[in-house]
Structures are given as structure tokens and as C-alpha cells.
């Protein structure tokens, strides 16, 4: 299904990143729910801006650095040259990328966990459930920007165009998710980012309008990775 040998060449390449983002993730969770604030209001004061701005730092640097970049640098002529096929290069690549989002979210989830742990000797059930579905709801929305930057890595050879539609795309969608919260002069914009379907007071309201959010991000990152997999499979490389 995968190439071991790539996946281990790329976790080398991109942990380093992946660890400073997780750390300072945690470490802002931490200190929030050190503070006492019930798991709600914690996670609403901190899922609703800062761990999407900074898991798409990661994911537009790497999602480069997967395809693209290597195309551009010339060594993907190298892995090509190996006994191994495209797609399950790309598959490798997508893999690797979903993963290792999925590991992030789930040590961010542990570091609002463990402290109110600490703090009330226990966590109640419906606190577990608030935690699953703010850190679920972090991890499709990452899924989607992730999909958008690893097909924009696919169709392109040069690391500047895939950087500038797949990066580019991703920064629009925060810019015109923070613009809307200016007002309601701005409220409208919200209505033209993928972020805002990621909505934290809808999730601690208790409403069910954050499955169907939920759903639509899950499929948009389904989708632009099953494309960019066949892009990248059929598509002609200057190699």
C-alpha cells in the first residue's frame, strides 16, 4: 500500500515542525486550563483562532515539501527511479500527512485533558464529549486545508505555484474568517471560508448543525486528496 522506506524519509523531513507546533499547541492548552475555566469555555477560548492558524503553518510548509518541492528540486526523480509506482507515492505522501495531523490533534486533546484531570480528579462525560468533538472538529478542518495544499502540491512542478494557490487559498479562508468577526459589516465574508464551518459555539451550544460542518470538511478533504493522488499518477513530470 505504502513505501516504508519513503515514509520514514519523510517523517524525517518534517517532524522537527510538526513537534515546535504540537509543543506550543499543548503548552497554550495547558496554561488555559491550568486556569479552572470549565472544559467548555477552555475550548472555546482557545479552538477558536490560534490551533487553526498554527496547524496551517504546518500545513503549507509541508504540503509543499511533499510533492511540489521535490518535483522542483529534482529528487523526485530519484524515488521515481526506484522500484516504486506514483500512486503509491502519493499515497505514501497522503498518509504521512493525514497521520501525522491526526497525532497532532490527539496530543493537543491530551494537554486539555490532563490538567483538568489534575485540577477536578476526574473528567465527566460530557466533558469527554465536548474534548472529542472540539478536537475532531480541529482535525477535519485540518483535513481540508491539508487536501486543498496536497492537490495544489500534485498539479504543480514549481514550489512557488503550489505555495501560492494551495498556501494562498488556505491564508484566505483565515484572513476571511478573522474579517468576519470585525463587526457586522464584515459578518457577511463569512460565507466564503471553508474555517467558519468550523464553528466552536455552535459545537459548545449543544446544537447538531456541527454534523452536517463536520461532514462537509470531512468531504472536502476526502476528495482533494483522492484527486491529487490520480493527478499525480497520471499527470506528465519534467523528470
Same mark, same amino acid.
Given at each position: ?160 505555484? @503550489?505555495?501560492?494557490? /494551495?498556501? !494562498? %487559498?488556505?491564508?484566505? #479562508?483565515?484572513?476571511?474568517? $478573522?474579517? =468576519? ?33 463536520? @461532514?462537509?470538511?470531512? /468531504?472536502? !478533504? %476526502?476528495?482533494?486528496? #483522492?484527486?491529487?493522488?490520480? $493527478?499525480? =499518477? ?6
Amino acid at each position: 500500500m505504502i513505501s516504508i522506506t519513503l515514509m520514514k524519509q519523510t517523517v524525517k523531513a518534517n517532524i522537527s515542525l510538526a513537534l515546535i507546533i504540537t509543543a506550543i499547541q499543548a503548552l497554550c492548552l495547558v496554561l488555559i486550563a491550568s486556569t479552572g475555566q470549565p472544559v467548555k469555555i477552555t475550548g472555546q477560548i482557545f479552538y477558536s483562532l490560534l490551533p487553526g492558524m498554527l496547524t496551517s503553518i504546518y500545513i503549507i510548509i509541508t504540503g509543499n515539501k511533499l510533492l511540489a518541492a521535490q518535483v522542483d528540486k529534482g529528487s523526485m526523480a530519484y524515488i521515481l527511479s526506484t522500484p516504486v509506482k506514483r500512486s503509491k507515492v502519493a499515497l505514501t505522501q497522503a498518509v504521512f500527512f493525514i497521520g501525522s495531523l491526526f497525532i497532532m490533534n490527539l496530543i493537543t486533546a491530551a494537554a486539555l485533558i490532563i490538567p483538568t484531570f489534575i485540577l477536578n480528579g476526574s473528567v465527566s462525560p460530557s466533558e469527554w464529549v465536548d474534548i472529542i468533538k472540539f478536537s475532531f472538529g480541529l482535525f477535519l478542518l485540518a483535513l481540508a486545508y491539508s487536501g486543498i495544499c496536497f492537490l495544489a502540491s500534485s498539479i504543480f512542478n514549481l514550489s512557488k505555484n @503550489a505555495i501560492a494557490v /494551495g498556501g !494562498g %487559498l488556505v491564508g484566505a #479562508f483565515l484572513l476571511l474568517s $478573522i474579517m =468576519s468577526m470585525f463587526g457586522e459589516n464584515f459578518h457577511f465574508v463569512k460565507n466564503f471560508t471553508i474555517t467558519t464551518l468550523y464553528n466552536v459555539n455552535t459545537i459548545a451550544s449543544g446544537s447538531s448543525d456541527y454534523i452536517w460542518q463536520f @461532514a462537509v470538511l470531512a /468531504g472536502i !478533504g %476526502l476528495i482533494t486528496y #483522492f484527486s491529487g493522488i490520480k $493527478i499525480f =499518477s497520471k499527470r506528465d513530470l519534467p523528470l
